[in-house]
């Protein structure tokens, strides 16, 4: 009767410490201006084109200024994703702006199009990591650019792919 008495009050022990552990939530994306915050909705990487993510501003002359964020599977250098990006740029009249590798596995880019009657102006920065290119690219209108410039760029910027411990890619510098 004595063990039957330890080994009760050792399991109580044992649930009263476990519940008294913390409990961990998971992180959210706080939208401090927008005055609220949300659970991320997961991503999985895939040998597909993902989006998870797509922000935008209230609109403004019919267009609503945003930054998205497009995790493509590509496993070669990034000299070659932006070779194959300029020629897609080249076949479809985008013009460049500017261009730029920081490093190794980053490109900046800025450049201009137009599309349904309205010109755009387009910031992107591209990282490679596990495998993939992340791409965060900020769009607004041209006639706006001055005005929503800091904030896209804040945005794109800050991107910041997540190394896997198993990956050999060089780790990005933001």
Known sequence: MRNKSILLFALLLIAAVYAAQPVSTPPKLVFSEAEFSIAPYESVLADTNIVPVIMAQPASNGFASNVNVMIQPFAGPMS????????????????????KTPQPNEWITEY?????????????????????????????????????????????????????????????SK
Not at 80 to 99: G, L, M, P, R, Y
Not at 145 to 150: G, L, Q, S, V, Y
């Open 80 to 99: 070659e994703f932006i070779s194959v990006s300029d020629a897609q740029f080249k076949k479809a009249n985008i013009t460049i702006i500017s261009e």
């Open 112 to 172: 201009k199009d137009s599309s349904n009657g309205r010109n755009l102006h387009f910031y992107a920065r591209a990282l490679s990591a596990n495998n993939h290119v992340y791409l965060a690219t900020g769009t607004c209108l041209e006639q706006n650019w001055a005005t929503d410039a800091p904030k896209i760029k804040n945005c794109v910027d800050s991107l910041t792919p997540l190394i896997k411990a198993s990956s050999s890619a060089s780790s990005p």
